[in-house]
């Protein structure tokens, strides 16, 4: 079965809000965490990756919070943009492994 | 730069036919995956290469699957016979290391199989 998986299919946001974008995961051996980003029609593209020893890290308007306590991980997206609207997918990944197992995602729609 | 290209972007085809999918990876790239996309089962991995050479099939659904990966630049993956269940989109993907760090996997857009 899966290891990675998202609590909501869906989710909408009101432009300029910020978005929380949430993954439980039940494989504890996972070394690295991922969010990919996939527009429609386009292939999943990379956003950020947490390794399993960090509980927060950021990038660009993106900030991925990792609790081992609860096997959770999520996404928060600041001040969004009608261009963040696409499905994004957590995927988890083992040093030495180079598959990536990917979640179901969850869509995200910007309301203007 | 070009990303990773693969044909044909969308393909239709009869029950029992041969598909053939085509993949160049991101020039410089030592990795090489074919990932299948559906609905029902999300993102699933078939196969992935390393230096041209394959490392896990284990996702390759059946024998009617195969993939090859003649050189660093060109990868194929073959359903031979198709059947309406494998009708997906396929991508692939390659990223530029080796197991050390692979988080960053740049995939192409992706090749619409419809079997009818």
């Known amino acids: 079965g899966e290891s990675v998986g998202l609590h909501l299919p869906t989710l909408s946001v009101q432009e300029g809000d910020n978005s929380i974008i949430n993954c439980a995961y039940s494989n504890s051996a996972s070394d690295y965490f991922i969010w990919y980003k996939q527009e429609s029609g386009k292939g999943p593209q990379f956003i950020i990756d947490?390794?399993?020893?960090?509980d927060k890290r950021q990038g660009q308007r993106v900030t991925v919070l990792l609790n081992k306590t609860v096997k959770h991980l999520s996404l928060q997206i600041a001040a969004t943009q009608p261009g963040d609207s696409a499905v994004y997918f957590c995927?988890?990944?083992?040093?030495?492994?180079?598959?990536?197992?990917f979640g179901t995602g969850t869509r995200l729609t910007i309301i203007p | 730069d070009a990303g990773v290209i693969q044909s044909p972007r969308h393909e239709v085809t009869e029950m029992g036919q041969e598909v053939t999918l085509r993949c160049k990876p991101i020039s410089g790239h030592n990795s090489l995956f074919w990932y299948r996309q559906t609905m029902m089962r999300g993102l699933e991995l078939l196969i992935y290469f390393n230096n041209n050479v394959p490392i896990d099939d284990s996702g390759m659904p059946e024998d009617r699957f195969s993939a090859k990966m003649p050189n660093a630049s060109f990868s194929t993956l073959k359903i031979q016979p198709s059947e309406p269940r494998d009708s997906a989109v396929y991508f692939c993907?390659?990223?530029?290391?080796?197991?050390?760090?692979?988080?960053?996997?740049?995939f192409g857009e992706g090749s619409w199989l419809t079997v009818v």
């Open positions: 947490i390794r399993s020893n960090m």
């Open positions: 993907a390659s990223s530029p290391k080796g197991p050390a760090n692979t988080n960053t996997i740049y």
């Open positions: 995927a988890e990944r083992r040093f030495g492994n180079e598959k990536l197992t």
